[in-house]
């Protein structure tokens, strides 16, 4: 049931997960994850239970504990070895639960206060309008609107009572302009989190990973050691990805 955008080449390193915000997809990653290749990782971009391009003809449960076992079980089948996990927005709140219940699965988190759609940058119409086709592609998924309510009938994610629990190194992502998570939520995130710091992106609204991509990288790449990447990124820049269905 799990759709994701594969690593061109799989080491020993520890990779990088790369997960998306509410109702959204893995095509969020479309222009960072290939900067994070060439700068040397095993970047996994993986959808979320219930939402993305997973095929959910025989609808499951799509609440919070489904949604973590399904992130559990592919962990388990692909990953295998402690991972960096990357949350925007929503991803964060399953990052932070995922680290939370499955310690041995995470070895650092990334989590980046973005969601679906910025409101802190002034954008070109055809830049707008590519950002809504994509963000509305999954929506057509016959299975869509079941899994949303569910989850939302569920009640969604609660983290915040469980934040200084989160022993992992984390790294925040803010943008200076995001009108949708306040930036001094982003300060109370950093100040509850054990071992956090934080890095602001200027000029970048709600999804830095999406408006600022080469930013994003690059912070990336400053806090994950240099023998945590591959070793060969020449070879990756040869290569293309492939959306897949397991």
Known sequence: MSSCVTPIVQETANPLVLLHGFDSSCLEWRYTLPLLEQAGFEAWAVDILGWGFNNLEMLPLCNVEAKRDHLFQFWKSYIKRPMLLVGPSLGAAVAIDFAINHPEAVDKLILINASVYSEGTALPFDTCL?????????????????????????????????????????????????????????????????????????????????????????????????????????????????????
């Open 130 to 246: 590519e950002w809504t086709y994509i963000t509305r592609l999954h929506c057509l998924l016959p299975w869509w609107e079941e899994a949303t309510v569910d989850f939302m009938i569920d009640g969604g994610y609660n983290v915040s009572s469980q934040i200084n629990q989160v022993m992992k190194k984390t790294l925040l992502i803010s943008g200076e302009n995001d009108r949708i998570i306040d930036s001094k939520l982003a300060v109370r995130l950093h100040c509850e989190l054990p071992n956090a710091i934080i890095r602001q992106i200027s000029n970048c609204g709600h999804i830095p990973h999406v408006e600022k991509p080469e930013a994003v990288a690059s912070l990336i790449t400053n806090f994950v050691p240099r023998d945590k990447r591959l070793a060969l990124p020449s070879i990756l820049e040869q290569q293309g990805k492939v959306l897949i269905n397991h």
